[in-house]
């Protein structure tokens, strides 16, 4: 069969035509690429339509009609999931047949289900059921429940169906050009309310492919790419460190840069650990520290202290490890007093990337039911606050004027607006990515 998978992040990633430009076009989504290559290996075509490629929705009803598949695969998270139906809507009018998964989908399959456009709802994770059912899904349920594989049983991501050259010339504030990301698990073992449990409902149990197999998908990707820097994009690496060191033993050789994400109990309690990753080539740890106050880490489920916070930035600074600082501001019932200590937190720590964030309540997880329930919610269009970046409001009672006064503490930044080209790009201050947005394009805010 002929099938097309279809991309709709633009939202998220800089609009249409942004492949290529937009930083955040480092990161693929691993779920179409894992989906394409379990397609492929039983036989069918596969190719993708990517919204960040093209002009305008013309454009991409061309496409989509020009591809003349037999089936479409939409995938969605919360914040595109009107494009995701703009593309549906598409697929319906020519004629074809549409499955929508990923993130959303997963969490909110009824609720889904309500929009005519989509033919068939994906729950879950595809790789072991989808290749069975997609050459007869007029005998399927609408709602379709996928199976967990086991991930050592799937091929290594097919990353063919991107424009590789433009993610790979894709310019970083961060990052090394070329990079790349990898998987190595998926779902994590802990239980912050900001998250849980809709991250279980996406993918289950949490788990792990061999380091084998994670290390061999890596050495693929530098013979293919010659990649500079690696994120491994697990949502937690580091949840099992018996299974870090085994890795860290067989990268070695590799004697590459890379990224991945950690948490400050984990460094705190096992700095052998982070300092074996940083002999073999971690560069940065991205850590949530998400609240410098304690009552906060609570409601938040952290499962951390805030003096494990401090401790775990002078661990890292120790080591030579670069500190992406992962906090949120905006809590439900966060006082003004107790954001402060999360200001104050990262003033101390002095972390080479702070990244703020505005509590966002995600669908499906315990503090969105929380918001829901006392009325915090100040839309039900899920591309409202779908994203957790500092641009606008996310819930009633906060004084988000006064937060971002606070968050962006370098005074020195007061960037609200800057042109490439044409094009006016308007941003809240962002730390150290708007100063090299600043000096990349050379532009006077």
Known sequence: MRVTLVFPGIR????????????????????????????????HRVNLI?????EDWTHVRRKIEESNADVYGVTSQTLDYHEAKECARIIKSIGKTSIVGGPHPSICPEEVADDTDFDHIFVGEAEETLPNIIENLSDQDRIVIGEHPDLDDLPFEDRSIWNMDAILRTRHPVFKQPVLTVLGG???????????????????????????????EIKELVRKYNYRELIIDDDC????????????????????????????????????????????????LLIGFESGNQRILNILRKGTKVEQNYRAAEICHGLGIEIWANYMLGIPTET???AMDTIKMIRTIKPQWPSPAFFTPIVGTDLYDYCKKNDLIISDDPAVIGTRAPTGPKIKGIDYDWLSRQAFYDNSLKVRSFEIGARVLRLVPYGNEVKWLIRKYLVKS
């Open 336 to 338: 003004k007093e107790e």
């Open 50 to 54: 990517d919204l960040r490629e093209y």
């Open 186 to 216: 998926r779902g994590c073992l802990f239980n912050c309310s900001f998250c849980k449990p809709g991250e279980d409902l996406i993918f289950g149990p949490f788990r792990t492919r061999s380091v084998d197999s994670l290390i061999e």
């Open 12 to 43: 998220e990633y800089g609009g249409f035509k942004s492949l290529g430009a937009h930083p955040e076009c480092v990161y693929v989504n691993h779920g179409l690429g894992m989906i394409s290559a379990v397609l492929k290996k039983a036989g």
């Open 237 to 284: 690496f580091t949840q099992n460190t018996d299974y870090v060191m085994e890795f860290c033993d067989k990268y070695e050789k590799i004697k590459r840069p890379f990224t991945c994400q950690s948490r400050a109990d984990t460094i705190c309690r096992h700095q052998d650990v982070f300092k074996r990753m940083k002999e073999v080539g971690l560069r940065m």
